[in-house]
């Protein structure tokens, strides 16, 4: 894919991003057209439960960077920890769900960014990526981790969650609990996984193209190791991928 065709799949990617945020809570909460039933329910909430668990123990204290923010579902988590949370996204729509969401919890800096086009202006603690690595493609990885290696500090670290590849969500967990699993296309839109593209489509029936690059931890730890990091990575039962790390 060329230059410009990565761009305008990004830019349409951040579109999605920005129509989608009144809707994007039902996903998280399972409810609507998200909704799979109670078995299902419980054992997402589960795994949210776990990856809480793992964010404690990592303890992002200090001045703690959150990358495409989001409507917050992690901002209020680190808030727990942190001294101060710089929060950057693409929408205005979704970082003002996010305010909604978080008043009270901490210090919190929100910043409308292009993440493909930003810089920090300081060094963090801690840099957090809830939901995001899986929508930066092969192209834009080497920018991805020089970026986040310029935002850290000399003993920072890096905090990440996201969407463990479709195979254990569906397959291994599937037969491993013997219930009724989404499809990965229920759970991700119709994925292209050679090319590692996702058509997602939102409740008025719009649909946008994506990018969804699913990590296993294996392929994970020597595509960073190569990079310089040193990181630990993990996926629970069935839902989530989880790393923490730093720059070696
Ligand atoms: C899957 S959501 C994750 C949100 C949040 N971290 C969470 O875990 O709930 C991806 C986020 O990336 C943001 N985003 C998409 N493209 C972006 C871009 N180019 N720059 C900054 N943020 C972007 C979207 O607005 C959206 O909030």
Redesign the pocket.
């Known amino acids: 894919m060329s230059h410009s065709e990565i761009d305008s799949l990004?830019?349409g990617?951040?579109a999605?991003?920005?129509a989608?945020?009144g809707e994007?809570?039902d996903w998280?909460e399972r409810r609507g057209r998200f909704d799979r039933g109670p078995v299902h329910r419980r054992a997402w909430v589960e795994e949210i439960g776990q990856l809480v668990a793992e964010l404690d123990s990592f303890a992002p204290t200090g001045d703690v960077l959150?990358?495409?923010?989001?409507?917050?579902?992690?901002?209020r988590q680190l808030a727990r920890h942190a001294d101060r949370i710089t929060a950057?996204?693409?929408?205005p729509?979704?970082?003002e769900i996010n305010r909604r969401k978080s008043r009270g919890t901490g210090e919190i800096d929100y910043v409308?960014?292009?993440?493909?086009?930003?810089e920090p202006s300081r060094r963090f603690d801690v840099v957090?990526?809830?939901?995001?690595l899986?929508?930066v493609p092969d192209e834009r990885l080497d920018e991805f981790w020089a970026l986040i290696e310029r935002a850290l500090a000399p003993d920072g670290r890096v905090f990440i969650?996201d969407s463990a590849h479709p195979d254990l969500a569906t397959k291994e967990a599937g037969a491993r609990y013997d219930v009724h699993y989404e499809s990965a296309a229920a759970a991700h839109g119709t994925l292209d996984g050679e090319s590692h593209r996702a058509i997602r489509s939102l409740g008025d029936g719009r649909e946008f193209q994506i990018v969804k690059r699913f990590w296993r931890p294996g392929e994970f730890i020597a595509d960073t190791t190569r990079r310089g990091w040193r990181f630990e990575a993990e996926e629970t039962d069935r839902f989530f991928f989880t790393a923490h790390g730093f720059h070696a």
Do not use: C, I, K, P
């Open positions: 990004l830019e990617q951040q999605y991003y920005r989608r945020a994007y809570d998280w959150e990358l495409a923010a989001g409507t917050g579902n992690w901002t950057v996204d693409g929408s729509e979704t970082l409308v960014a292009d993440l493909f086009n930003w957090m990526l809830g939901f995001w899986t929508h969650l």
